[in-house]
């Protein structure tokens, strides 16, 4: 397949292309569009087929269900039956990087949920992504649109890299914001679980439900057997070529242990700006920002392990251990998981 790559340069002169990206989706093709979250590989939501071809193109079991992206938060009494604690939710987050888990309605087709019966649904606030749903008519079905088991892409070079030939259309909007994945909770009345951690933090959550539980498998390992509550958590996410290790301590035995390690041959190391100069300069460091800025932690960490990767000697990463509140915690259950829960105390 040929995979058209189309730049918006300025959405407000580019409304037939947006409408020619629309078109593809509602004759059943794929389209990989920016949100501020990640990149997300989209297909007409209220079509099977579509999904299939959405878990084909990324090489994603089909039991891992995929986000229905809407244009307005109402447009969610269509497919599944909402309850006041989505839309206290909505009031405040919506369009943003949060996606809710509700009781599914019979216009979602199985395929789309991965077999279940609920469905997750979340209106993203890139104009890119908002025109595009609205141009399309639909509610478009989109997982993140990197290649099973890649970082979840945060720009249009990662998605040509996992699937050129494999869409229909790439649309490069930029550099994606967030840069991590939305995040997810479940709602059962006003008890919300935290199933993924985001940019919506743990504590944003709870000025809205009445209670919100954290799912354990955020923060640790699921249990041989163990069923998850999303089902995403059971594969092995964001995994890099390398071996990444965590390092547990404090500032400067983090420190000493990076200065230690730094000029080994295959090694290299996840620091933050500061460490830079105190590092030698024949070492090979992949910044991810300043210390105390997580979000540009989290909008840079994705594309950093793709650096990593793309480096020809690196068989070794280390990374701090993040911290687990506020953003913190995002970029915690993402970087265990990339690091497939390894954690050296130094
Ligand atoms: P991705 O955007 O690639 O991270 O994929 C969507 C994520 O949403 C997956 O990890 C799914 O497990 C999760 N998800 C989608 N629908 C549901 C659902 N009905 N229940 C729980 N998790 C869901
Ligand atoms: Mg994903």
């Not at 909505?90 to 943003?96: D, E």
């Not at 790439?170 to 991590?180: F, K, N, R, T, Y």
């Amino acid at each position: 397949m040929k995979t058209e790559i189309l730049k918006i340069e300025d959405l407000s002169t580019q409304e037939k292309d947006i409408s020619r990206a629309a078109e593809i989706i509602c004759r059943g093709g794929l389209v990989v569009f920016p949100t501020e979250t990640v990149y997300g590989i989209g297909g007409n939501g209220t079509d099977a087929a579509a999904a299939t071809a959405i878990y084909r193109a990324k090489g994603r079991p089909s039991d891992n269900p995929l986000i229905l992206h809407l244009e307005t938060p109402e447009q969610a009494e269509k497919y599944a039956i909402t309850n006041e604690t989505y839309y206290k939710l909505a009031a405040q987050f919506m369009p943003g990087p949060l996606t809710v888990i509700l009781p599914k309605k019979d216009t979602v087709p199985s395929t789309v949920t991965g077999g279940l019966d609920t469905v997750a649904l979340r209106c993203p606030a890139h104009p890119v992504a908002n025109a595009l749903i609205r141009a399309a008519g639909v509610p478009i079905a989109a997982p993140s649109a990197n290649l099973s088991g890649k970082p979840s892409p945060t720009l249009a070079a990662h998605v040509i890299d996992d699937l050129s030939g494999k869409v229909d259309m790439i649309i490069d909007g930029g550099a994606s914001e967030v840069g991590l994945e939305s995040t997810i909770v479940s709602l059962d009345g006003e008890v919300g679980t935290l199933l993924r951690p985001g940019a919506i933090t743990y504590d944003a959550l709870c000025c809205v439900c009445k209670e919100v539980r954290v799912a354990p498998a955020v923060l640790e390992g699921l249990a041989k057997n163990e069923r998850p509550l999303s089902p995403g958590m059971k594969y092995r996410h964001y995994a890099p070529r390398a071996t990444l290790t965590l390092l547990d301590g404090d500032d400067s035995s983090i420190k000493a242990f990076m200065r230690s390690v730094a000029t080994t041959k295959g090694i290299g190391l996840l620091c933050y700006n500061e460490e830079i100069p105190l590092l030698p300069t024949d070492s090979t460091l992949f910044p991810v920002g300043a210390q105390d800025d997580l979000a540009t932690q989290a909008h840079r960490l994705f594309a950093v392990l793709r650096e990593a990767d793309d480096h020809p000697n690196i068989t070794t990463l280390y990374a701090h251990l993040p911290p687990k509140d506020g953003l913190g915690l995002a970029l915690y259950n993402r970087l265990i998981r990339a690091a497939a829960h390894t954690i050296k105390k130094v």
